[in-house]
């Protein structure tokens, strides 16, 4: 799931290192085009790090292993992230581990997407 340092999801608070929170507010604006909303609410945001001082990396996945806006959601991450100022190398890595599930979206991302928020999901 998408964690912050305090194990909360990503998507609900804010990151400890300044330059890091700047690009997980910037990536709201990376929206997944089959499903309509912005990646970080989505629950597909699973990391902001920065290494080096202005190096930042940011850990993210897809709704499904064969998503086929997956290069088009990390080059949109990748801009969001290096027009932050302060931010002047970006790796953007995909994962799978844990996989993505509606679960992981936050309460108005499952709202937009008509999920049954006390649905279980593992």
Known sequence: MSMSENGAPLHEAPLA???AEQVRLA???V???EL???IVDLGLVYGVTVEEGDHVRVSMTTTTRG???TNYLMEG???CA???DGVEEV???LTYDPPWNPGMASRAAKQHLGIDESRAWS
């Open 17 to 19: 290192d300044p330059l």
């Open 27 to 29: 990536l709201h604006q």
């Open 31 to 33: 929206i997944d085009p």
């Open 36 to 38: 309509g909303y912005n």
């Open 67 to 69: 998503c086929p806006a």
């Open 77 to 79: 991450a990748s801009n």
């Open 82 to 84: 290096i027009a932050v």
């Open 91 to 93: 790796a953007v890595e």
